[in-house]
């Protein structure tokens, strides 16, 4: 219907498949190398490799991926087009700048003639540098994702302009809410690329505090995943009812569940900071405390996706307390991938909980099983709800039947199946202390109780999970090219049925932005004015000791740096008195 915003989510969606591709390479070659099955690179060069690996997989696949559901969600939802083509065709434009400036970067390290490197992982914070271009291209990458949030506000104002009675359509208020946070977390993150890492990787500074850019990381590093998880969100609330032949049970709820995510997604960073020093424990158990809100959302998405698959079970004539499972559409690629992404994301929460209980997660810190939960959490809730989605979304918006249903129906089966044993291994082996982030993890003849096996063993179930998710990758990949060759048919679009429970029965004040914004803004504020102020008390907003600046940016920093000071100075003397 809108050919011009078709054009922007295909191109979108093949930006994050070519990301996909360069993720998964990297993906099985550091798999191979780091269980000795193969080792086709320099252990030298193992960063390199998981540097493009997680950067190509979590910011590049998953953001291009959501940019274009997105589109698709508000135009089509709206049911009308974006505001201005030009603006969109500039965001994306930007979005596909910087990535490349950024991959370029990375790429570059294996090439020991060009003097530029960027392992600095895809969590980047200081004491790691990268060459200024890395810096450059994410910055650059994140204002286009800025201005597409700002083009889908604009798109969705003028709609409100002409239906100022009618409620946000709910895609379009899952879009809303979702940039909103985005909004508010990739702050943080901007602020610590502009006013810190490129300015002293340019060398125009010669420190920083690195506890303050990892506290600056990791704001916007846990609501990050929320973003990666939306898109899935909103395929298994909006899409996942319809393939199953059912309806979506409740508008309301699936919107108090963007809201609560706006609220509380940016709260918790600091349970990714646990170990780290310099942080009071107070600071810690407060957030340990909002993750564990966090349960809320992810229970009450269960209990509705389910209920509106159930019930598209039981009006296709499913009975009994179980047998409706049998009255599914389990040969839909997309349904069954979507469903068993969904089953992945309920371990990935179990996993999660250990990572969130500040005790616990001592056992576990930085070992491989923090991989291990992000493969079924990002890795497959999000990344296969993505692919599945893709074989419901694609022919859609261009017009052309998926090559082989079966493929697809094979590959998200082996998807599963290859991320049970690589993640399940990958847990196991965090369990005996494994570290992550390490090219050549030896422990030769280390035993482990029978029920996981030895080290050995559990190195030989992750590099045969590796394999098949690459493997199952590739078919997704070679899937969809072999659908771009199909002819073009007419009729594929598909409408989405109106929820058991609608809209018109969630409270109006569910739809007021503004209160959800200042409510999370005073979330943020409670939970980061004090550690950030008392970072930066201690360890200085540039580090210990005045940092030395060239001549012209010193009035700059020395400005910032009062104005911070003075700001926080106030907090921190109130965080003293407290501690007292
Ligand atoms: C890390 C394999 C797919 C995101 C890793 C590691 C392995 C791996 C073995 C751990 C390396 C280490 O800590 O030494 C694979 C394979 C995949 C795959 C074989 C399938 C082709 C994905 C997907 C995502 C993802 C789909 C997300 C969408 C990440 C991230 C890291 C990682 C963020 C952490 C990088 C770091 O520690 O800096 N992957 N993965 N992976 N993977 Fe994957």
Same mark, same amino acid.
């Given at each position: 219907?809108?050919?011009?915003?078709?054009?922007?989510?295909?191109?979108?969606? =093949?930006?994050?498949?070519?990301?996909?591709? *360069?993720?998964?390479?990297?993906?099985?070659?550091?798999?191979?190398?780091?269980?000795?099955?193969?080792?086709?690179?320099?252990?030298?060069?193992?960063?390199?490799?998981l540097t493009a690996h997680g950067v190509?997989?979590?910011?590049?696949?998953?953001?291009?991926?959501?940019?274009?559901?997105?589109?698709?969600?508000?135009?089509?939802?709206?049911?009308?087009?974006?505001?201005?083509?030009?603006?969109?065709?500039?965001?994306?434009?930007?979005?596909?700048?910087?990535?490349?400036?950024?991959?370029?970067?990375?790429?570059?390290?294996?090439?020991?003639?060009?003097?530029?490197?960027?392992?600095?992982?895809?969590?980047?914070?200081?004491?790691?540098?990268?060459?200024?271009?890395f810096y450059a291209g994410l910055a650059?990458?994140?204002?286009?994702?800025?201005?597409?949030?700002?083009?889908?506000?604009?798109?969705?104002?003028?709609?409100?302009?002409?239906?100022?009675?009618?409620?946000?359509?709910?895609?379009?208020?899952?879009?809303?809410?979702?940039?909103?946070?985005?909004?508010?977390?990739?702050?943080?993150?901007?602020?610590?690329? /502009?006013?810190?890492?490129?300015?002293?990787?340019?060398?125009?500074?010669?420190?920083?505090?690195?506890?303050?850019?990892?506290?600056?990381?990791?704001? $916007?590093?846990?609501?990050?995943?929320?973003?990666?998880?939306?898109?899935?969100?909103?395929?298994?609330?909006?899409?996942?009812?319809?393939?199953?032949?059912?309806?979506?049970?409740?508008?309301?709820?699936?919107?108090?569940? $963007?809201?609560?995510?706006?609220?509380?997604?940016?709260?918790?960073?600091?349970?990714?900071?646990?170990?780290?020093?310099?942080?009071?424990?107070?600071?810690?158990?407060?957030?340990?405390?909002?993750?564990?809100?966090?349960?809320? !959302?992810?229970? /009450?998405?269960?209990?509705?996706?389910?209920?509106?698959?159930?019930?598209?079970?039981?009006?296709?004539?499913?009975?009994?307390?179980?047998?409706?499972?049998?009255?599914?559409?389990?040969?839909?690629?997309?349904?069954?991938?979507?469903?068993?992404?969904?089953?992945?994301?309920?371990?990935?929460?179990?996993?999660?909980?250990?990572?969130?209980?500040?005790?616990?997660?001592? *056992?576990?810190?930085?070992?491989?099983?923090?991989?291990?939960?992000?493969?079924?959490?990002?890795?497959?809730?999000?990344?296969?709800? =993505?692919?599945?989605?893709?074989?419901?979304?694609?022919?859609?918006?261009?017009?052309?039947?998926? #090559?082989?249903?079966?493929?697809?129906?094979?590959?998200?089966?082996?998807?599963?199946?290859?991320?049970?044993?690589?993640?399940?291994?990958?847990?196991?082996?965090?369990?005996l202390g494994v570290p992550r982030r390490?090219?050549? !993890?030896?422990?030769?003849?280390?035993?482990?109780?029978? =029920?996981?096996?030895?080290?050995?063993?559990?190195?030989?179930?992750?590099?045969?999970?590796?394999?098949?998710?690459?493997?199952?990758?590739? /078919?997704?990949?070679?899937?969809?090219?072999?659908?771009?060759?199909?002819?073009?048919?007419?009729?594929?679009?598909?409408? *989405?049925?109106?929820?058991?429970?609608?809209?018109?029965?969630?409270?109006?004040?569910?739809?007021?932005?503004?209160?959800?914004?200042?409510?999370?803004?005073?979330?943020?504020?409670?939970?980061?004015?004090? !550690?950030?102020?008392?970072?930066?008390?201690?360890?200085?907003?540039?580090?210990?000791?005045?940092?030395? #600046?060239?001549?012209?940016?010193?009035? *700059?920093?020395?400005?910032?740096?009062?104005?911070?000071?003075?700001?926080?100075?106030?907090?921190?003397?109130?965080?003293?008195?407290?501690?007292?």
């Amino acid at each position: 219907k809108f050919p011009d915003e078709a054009r922007v989510v295909r191109a979108a969606f =093949m930006s994050s498949f070519f990301a996909l591709f *360069l993720g998964a390479i990297f993906g099985i070659i550091q798999t191979l190398h780091r269980t000795d099955v193969a080792r086709i690179i320099p252990s030298t060069d193992y960063y390199t490799v998981l540097t493009a690996h997680g950067v190509f997989m979590v910011i590049s696949f998953t953001i291009f991926f959501l940019v274009g559901l997105f589109t698709w969600a508000l135009t089509r939802s709206l049911d009308r087009p974006l505001i201005n083509i030009k603006i969109t065709w500039t965001w994306y434009g930007l979005m596909a700048a910087g990535m490349t400036l950024t991959g370029i970067s990375i790429l570059a390290g294996f090439v020991d003639s060009i003097d530029m490197s960027a392992d600095v992982l895809y969590t980047f914070y200081a004491p790691l540098q990268a060459h200024p271009l890395f810096y450059a291209g994410l910055a650059v990458f994140i204002v286009g994702t800025w201005i597409a949030g700002a083009d889908w506000f604009r798109t969705f104002l003028a709609w409100r302009r002409e239906h100022p009675d009618e409620r946000i359509p709910l895609q379009t208020f899952m879009v809303l809410t979702t940039m909103t946070m985005w909004y508010i977390a990739s702050s943080a993150v901007a602020a610590s690329v /502009l006013l810190f890492l490129l300015p002293w990787s340019l060398g125009f500074i010669d420190q920083v505090n690195p506890t303050l850019t990892r506290t600056l990381f990791w704001f $916007f590093g846990h609501p990050v995943v929320y973003f990666w998880l939306m898109p899935a969100y909103m395929l298994w609330y909006t899409v996942l009812p319809k393939i199953a032949g059912g309806r979506l049970f409740s508008d309301p709820l699936a919107r108090v569940v $963007f809201v609560l995510f706006v609220l509380l997604s940016t709260p918790v960073g600091i349970h990714h900071q646990y170990l780290d020093p310099g942080i009071a424990e107070g600071f810690k158990f407060i957030s340990m405390t909002n993750t564990m809100f966090l349960l809320l !959302p992810s229970l /009450l998405t269960a209990f509705t996706v389910v209920a509106s698959v159930e019930y598209g079970a039981r009006k296709n004539g499913g009975t009994g307390l179980l047998g409706w499972l049998t009255n599914l559409p389990w040969r839909k690629p997309a349904f069954t991938g979507m469903m068993l992404a969904g089953l992945m994301f309920a371990a990935g929460g179990f996993s999660g909980m250990v990572n969130a209980g500040m005790n616990i997660n001592y *056992l576990i810190h930085n070992t491989l099983w923090v991989p291990g939960h992000f493969h079924l959490t990002v890795g497959t809730a999000v990344a296969l709800t =993505m692919m599945a989605g893709t074989y419901w979304i694609w022919p859609q918006i261009s017009n052309k039947p998926i #090559y082989s249903s079966q493929i697809g129906l094979f590959q998200v089966v082996l998807w599963f199946i290859g991320m049970a044993l690589m993640s399940n291994a990958m847990h196991a082996q965090g369990l005996l202390g494994v570290p992550r982030r390490t090219a050549e !993890p030896e422990y030769s003849g280390f035993d482990y109780p029978t =029920m996981f096996g030895g080290f050995e063993e559990l190195n030989i179930q992750i590099a045969i999970g590796g394999t098949l998710l690459f493997v199952s990758t590739i /078919l997704f990949l070679g899937n969809l090219v072999l659908t771009m060759g199909n002819p073009k048919v007419s009729g594929l679009a598909e409408p *989405l049925p109106s929820p058991v429970s609608g809209a018109e029965d969630a409270p109006k004040v569910l739809d007021n932005l503004r209160l959800w914004v200042s409510i999370a803004l005073t979330l943020v504020v409670l939970a980061y004015a004090l !550690p950030i102020a008392a970072i930066i008390n201690r360890g200085g907003l540039l580090g210990p000791g005045v940092g030395t #600046y060239p001549v012209w940016v010193a009035p *700059l920093f020395d400005a910032l740096a009062n104005a911070a000071a003075t700001l926080l100075g106030a907090v921190g003397d109130a965080s003293a008195a407290l501690a007292e």
